[in-house]
């Protein structure tokens, strides 16, 4: 029997959005703060995706981003950054004020369980007693009654707050590395990541590297996406800059500030979009067009210094229980002598 070959799912981050992400889709970010897929994100943007429904942890510039070119229209999110106080209007603020977006505002525990809920394959799931007193319960956004409801408790017969789970049609997600079947490790912080990707219908994974399947064998407690999940895997190194990826490098404060200093107004954020997502065709050229603008060395200042964590031991014997002539070692016969020894025992089960 000829053995089972899994795809190649290794694409570019045009294939991948292109192929992936509709207009009116559902998406998580699965990432939060940490090692966000921003090359993805400049991807959705490049490619004029309209009406989709993002669920957001924490966002920092890829909510920003996707509101003020009209890629989303609806928004589930925790908390959003802003910078200036309320001196500065922010891109969230002008969506609002102008109806450009709908706002469900959850709080990052109820935001979470919503995944953790879809990712089990639950209806829902409970969450804290305490937030059924708070306006994140009492104040509906776009999803009206889809977000909480009270169950009794079969044990107790006390009313039990629940979210409802979602499965958003598409996840995308950065980590450090993965294999071309989709297999994907991340490493730091984790926040969301794991269950924003096992809730998703399909995951779009960039990373820094593309290794070998051997790699990700020999450290099998770093993948946090397995292949089933995923539909597309794209090789992106600087993939999250400016957010930092552990063990490559570090949060770029200073380009963090020029961009919240350019999106104060629509002109300022439309010059910014225009120099760093519309103006260059990948993240390759967004990187060359940084060393030009910034230099080199100050490129390699992120870079971050090898800290390579103690390696675990996964060695067993790694006997197989039956070789190629069908004896088994441990039972000291073959396997026709084993089934004849079921059938008289009348164990056998004919299938």
Not at 93 to 120: C, F, P, W, Y
Request: hydrophobic share 40%; aromatic share 10%.
């Amino acid at each position: 029997m000829e053995k089972y070959m899994q795809p190649d799912k290794r694409m570019t981050a045009r294939q991948a959005i292109g192929n992936f992400v509709n207009d009116g889709d559902s998406f998580v970010f699965a990432n939060c703060l940490y090692c966000m897929p921003l090359a993805l994100t400049h991807e959705i943007i490049r490619q004029g995706k309209k009406n989709l429904m993002v669920f957001q942890q924490g966002g920092i510039e890829e909510i920003d981003q996707l509101l003020e070119t009209g890629a989303i229209d609806r928004l589930v999110i925790a908390y959003n950054f802003r910078i200036g106080g309320k001196r500065v209007t922010t891109p969230l603020d002008r969506a609002l004020k102008e109806g450009r977006v709908a706002i469900e505002e959850m709080t990052n525990h109820t935001l979470l369980s919503m995944m953790k809920a879809g990712a089990m394959g639950y209806p829902f799931i409970p969450v804290l007693a305490g937030t059924a007193v708070t306006d994140v319960v009492k104040r509906r956004g776009f999803l009206g009654d889809q977000r909480f409801a009270e169950i009794v408790d079969p044990f107790s017969g006390h009313p039990v707050l629940v979210v409802k789970g979602y499965t958003p049609d598409v996840a995308i997600i950065h980590v450090q590395r993965a294999d071309k079947l989709g297999n994907a490790q991340l490493w730091g912080a984790m926040i969301n990541s794991k269950w924003a990707a096992l809730a998703a219908k399909k995951v779009i994974v960039s990373a820094e590297k593309i290794v070998d399947s051997d790699v990700i064998k020999s450290a099998p407690h770093l993948t946090i996406v397995p292949a089933h999940k995923v539909c597309a895997v794209v090789e992106c190194p600087w993939g999250a800059h400016p957010s930092e990826v552990a063990g490559h490098y570090d949060y770029d404060m200073l380009f963090r500030v020029l961009f919240f200093a350019s999106n104060g107004s629509p002109e300022g954020f439309k010059a910014w979009l225009d120099e760093w997502v519309y103006g260059v065709a990948d993240r390759q050229e967004y990187i060359q067009h940084y060393v030009q603008q910034f230099g080199k060395d100050t490129l390699e200042t992120l870079q971050a210094k090898p800290f390579p964590s103690v390696p675990a031991d996964y060695g067993f014997s790694f006997k197989p229980a039956w070789d190629a002539n069908e004896y088994s070692q441990q039972l000291d016969m073959n396997m026709d002598q084993y089934i004849q020894l079921l059938q008289d025992r009348g164990e056998l089960i004919d299938g």
